[in-house]
């Protein structure tokens, strides 16, 4: 094979947006900005179905997501079928004072829902929109390291649980983890950085 043939990778560098198949127009910006509070940027026909709209939410990061529209499409909470392929879930980032004002929020609307469900480096909870779409509101447990993203703090914890011999990532992981990654990355004047008593 030559060097033309060999194979590459299409490297990605992150979730541009995500379109979600809705009801009526309505519906969309009541639930994606009402209820999550993400504010609603841009609006224009589905330049696929004319007979369609395509409404686009930001819901926090600057990236899309986006619902198709049609005033024809009646609501149906039924849940979304979860087969071989399908979407499970769709989680979303919030804080952790967002967080824990959750459960009351969707209880206040009439929402059924998990309640908090500990995953060890993160909180989530996990409910239905108003098509039947499991959503997750996620919650990480820990900030990662000046220059760092979360995603080194979980390869690096996962490491140390896999050492461990631990069956889940936990917050003493994720600890080590962090005080790893500064320890690599952040220099010192001092030739011995191991722990002390210190008192």
């Known amino acids: 094979m030559s060097k033309t043939d060999e194979l590459r ?3 990605t ?14 519906t ?6 009402g209820v999550l509070g993400m504010p609603f940027i841009f609006d224009q026909p589905n330049l696929d179905n004319p007979g369609e709209g395509h409404l686009y939410f930001d819901p926090g990061d600057g990236r899309l997501i986006t619902i198709f529209t049609n005033e024809d499409r009646k609501l149906d909470d039924s849940p979304v079928p979860e087969a071989t392929g399908s979407l499970h879930h769709l989680a979303l980032n919030v804080s952790q ?8 929020r969707l209880d206040a609307r009439g929402v059924n829902h998990s309640g908090p469900v500990d995953r060890g480096f993160m909180d989530s ?5 108003p098509l039947g779409l499991r959503l997750e509101l996620a919650s990480y447990r820990f900030e990662p ?3 760092c993203r979360h995603s080194d703090v979980m390869i690096e914890a996962h490491k140390i649980r896999v050492a461990s011999g ?4 936990d917050r003493e992981h994720l600890a080590d983890a962090i005080e790893l990654l500064v320890k690599r990355r952040q220099s010192s004047l001092s030739e011995d950085r191991s722990p002390r008593q210190g008192y």
């Open 13 to 26: 560098q992150g979730v541009h947006h995500i379109t979600i198949v809705g009801a009526d127009r309505q």
């Open 9 to 11: 990778k299409i490297q």
């Open 28 to 33: 969309s910006i009541d639930f994606w900005e």
């Open 145 to 147: 390291p000046e220059g």
């Open 125 to 129: 909870i996990y409910f239905r929109d």
């Open 166 to 169: 631990d069956h889940h990532i």
């Open 97 to 104: 004072a967002t967080f824990w004002q959750v459960a009351a």
